[in-house]
């Protein structure tokens, strides 16, 4: 192992070219710079345009939105229908992973395709076949369509997170549970459950990272009603409050890279994120 | 050991009972596990994408705008209008380019990653990668739009620079210019590349991994410049990579309906196509068809990738 890692690193050091590095600083400035600058005109002073670089700065705005309640509105409303579609994919999400994992049989890969279609097919082709069966079946835009919508594209995340773990835990801890007497539900509670702690929080936040900052398949789920992401689309399509958007952006950022840095943290130990491709 | 076994067995609960059932008779317990997920899946979203595929072989009365529930192809004749496959060619072809650009600049950032970098540094730059990838989509979207509008920071570094001529030169192009960049199919581009450049990285990365250190060290031995090393090695190796990540590259631009509508001019792609026609039209059968397009265009491009061995990088 260890001679195989300093091979490596030999064969390392000759070909990390100038050109190579300078292209991968570019690309990853080319991928972080436009957040850095959000950051940047959420203070500024001017109103009416993108000017750069600003005339001045001000932390004003931060106060302007905190006084706003159509955004606190909007906010509530993402962290409802997030928490609860988190909550809806984690079960549904499990108990896939657990019937895939502990089971072959017909069918199976047809289930696992299933899982990932909601979010291997482009996001419009969920949200407009919604739209098209609650019209078919008469069911009028309500808070629980918009969470329909979310929980579809969620499961795949918790499903990825917890089979990756049930891939490596062993079988025969589940056997030796039931050896010394426990029943199912007590392995699972027991036994199972502290084993996937940790992937079942790293899904729940990816989904509910995911749920939170949805807005193509919201648009045709939600009639009325707006999240949070709904809101800064109509900002986006007809700009009339610029720092105020300028100030949600941010926020936005916030709290979507938050829980992905934390499932990163609990996740990193010989796996990758799972979902990575959402 | 005695002591345990002179120990009363516990009561046996229904929950208990329950689990005994349920070790018993496996196919019960499969049941009880698959059957929410099935439901949920395979009948309400399963169902609904069907129920909108059949609806593309419906018409719509062109005087009333009642949808005629009767099996036809006329709708799909539709499809084939100028204007629609005008629709559809724009959109492939941006599709492409945003491809082509988007594995050109990923694949040096995924060869570092998989080739060079060790412990820290590979942890921190995966993080850089994910990071965007999983940040919300729409203010990345805005901040493009703060970036290329005309008096935004594009503008302000080519003054800078005294190339102003430059960009004009370049917004003066037909076709793809505009009256600023984010006005115009460059502006588009560039945001689609931005957008979808980390399910590039991530692919081209994953193949690249598999690639042992002792395969370029006997690529050297055997007399080969580094060149020859990346062009006879690595290139090949990663080519499955760069397949995969073009999976996601093509259908997301193909389905994304939000960043020409914010970025970009007036004439559409098809995600735009489907939610006019579904929404201010009232024209779902049409609708219906052009998201037909997309899926077909993906199947083929999937069966192509696959014979190109691309789902062993995923």
Redesign the interface.
């Known amino acids: 192992m260890r001679s195989r890692r300093k091979a490596r690193a030999a064969a390392e050091k000759k070909p990390a070219a100038l050109t190579l590095r300078l292209a991968v600083i570019a690309g990853l400035a080319f991928l972080h710079i436009p957040l850095l600058l959000i950051l940047l005109y959420a203070f500024t002073t001017e109103e009416k345009s993108y000017q750069f670089p600003p005339p001045g700065l001000t932390a004003k705005w931060f106060a302007a939105v905190w006084e706003r309640p159509d955004i606190w509105q909007a906010v509530g409303l993402s962290l409802k229908v997030a928490a609860i579609s988190t909550v809806v994919a984690l079960v549904l999400g499990t108990l896939a992973s657990a019937a895939l994992w502990r089971f072959n049989f017909f069918g199976r890969e047809s289930v696992s395709l299933l899982l990932v279609l909601p979010i291997a097919l482009p996001g419009i082709i969920t949200g407009i076949s919604l739209r098209s069966a609650f019209s078919l079946a008469e069911i009028p835009f309500s808070f629980w369509t918009i969470v329909l919508g979310h929980a579809t594209f969620c499961v795949v995340v918790v499903y990825n997170n917890v089979i990756a773990r049930f891939r490596r835990t062993s079988g025969s801890m589940l056997e030796a549970s039931m050896d010394l007497g426990a029943d199912g539900f007590q392995t699972f509670r027991h036994v199972l459950l502290p084993n996937i702690a940790t992937a079942l929080l790293a899904g729940g936040m990816l989904a509910f990272a995911l749920s939170f900052d949805e807005v193509i398949v919201t648009t045709f789920t939600a009639g009325q009603q707006s999240t949070l992401p709904i809101w800064m689309l109509n900002e986006l399509v007809r700009p009339r409050q610029r720092p105020v958007t300028n100030v949600v952006a941010v926020f936005i950022i916030a709290v979507t890279s938050l829980p992905i840095l934390g499932a990163y943290y609990l996740t990193r130990r010989g796996e990758h994120i799972a979902g990575g491709s959402r | 050991m005695t002591a345990l076994a002179l120990e009363p067995m516990?009561r046996t609960s229904p929950?208990?009972r329950?689990?005994?059932v349920?070790?018993r008779h496996?196919h019960l317990?499969?049941l009880a596990?698959?059957g929410?997920?099935?439901l949920?899946?395979?009948v309400?979203?399963?169902?609904?994408?069907i129920?909108?595929l059949l609806?593309s072989f419906f018409s719509i009365d062109e005087f009333s705008g009642v949808v005629n529930r009767e099996f036809t192809l006329r709708t799909y004749g539709e499809l084939a209008h100028p204007a629609n496959l005008d629709i559809i060619g724009r959109t492939v072809m941006m599709a492409a380019a945003v491809t082509i650009a988007a594995a050109a600049?990923?694949f040096?950032?995924a060869?570092?990653m998989a080739?060079?970098a060790?412990g820290r540094t590979k942890?921190v730059?995966y993080?850089?990668?994910?990071?965007?990838?999983?940040?919300?989509?729409?203010?990345?979207?805005?901040?493009?739009?703060?970036?290329l509008?005309k008096?935004?920071?594009v503008?302000?570094v080519f003054d800078q620079l005294g190339l102003a001529w430059l960009l004009d030169g370049i917004l003066a192009i037909p076709v793809i210019g505009g009256p600023s960049l984010s006005i115009s199919y460059i502006g588009t581009f560039i945001v689609f590349v931005?957008i979808w450049?980390?399910?590039m990285i991530?692919?081209i990365q994953a193949a690249l991994e598999r690639v042992p250190?002792?395969l370029?060290?006997a690529s050297?031995d055997l007399g080969a410049k580094?060149r020859q090393?990346f062009r006879k090695v690595i290139l090949p190796l990663a080519f499955p990579g760069v397949v995969a990540g073009s999976i996601?590259t093509f259908?997301?631009t193909?389905?994304?309906?939000?960043i020409p509508?914010?970025i970009g001019q007036s004439r559409i792609f098809i995600?735009q196509a489907?939610?006019i026609h579904?929404g201010t039209a009232g024209n779902?059968p049409l609708?219906?068809a052009f998201?037909v397009v997309?899926?077909v265009i993906m199947a083929i491009y999937l069966f192509g990738a696959k014979k190109l061995g691309a789902f062993d990088a995923?």
Do not use: C
Not at chain 2, 44 to 49: A, N, P, T
Not at chain 2, 254 to 258: K, M, S, T, V
């Open positions: 516990p929950l208990r329950l689990s005994g349920l070790y496996p317990l499969l596990l698959l929410p997920p099935i949920w899946l395979g309400v979203y399963l169902g609904s994408l129920a909108l609806q600049i990923a040096p950032i060869r570092y080739l060079h060790t942890a730059l993080l850089l990668v994910m990071l965007p990838l999983w940040s919300s989509y729409l203010v990345r979207v805005y901040a493009w739009k703060l970036i509008a008096e935004g920071i503008t302000w931005y450049l980390p399910f991530l692919p250190a002792s370029l060290e050297a580094p090393t996601f259908s997301l193909l389905g994304d309906y939000i509508q914010i995600g489907v939610f579904q779902i609708a219906a998201t997309p899926i995923l």
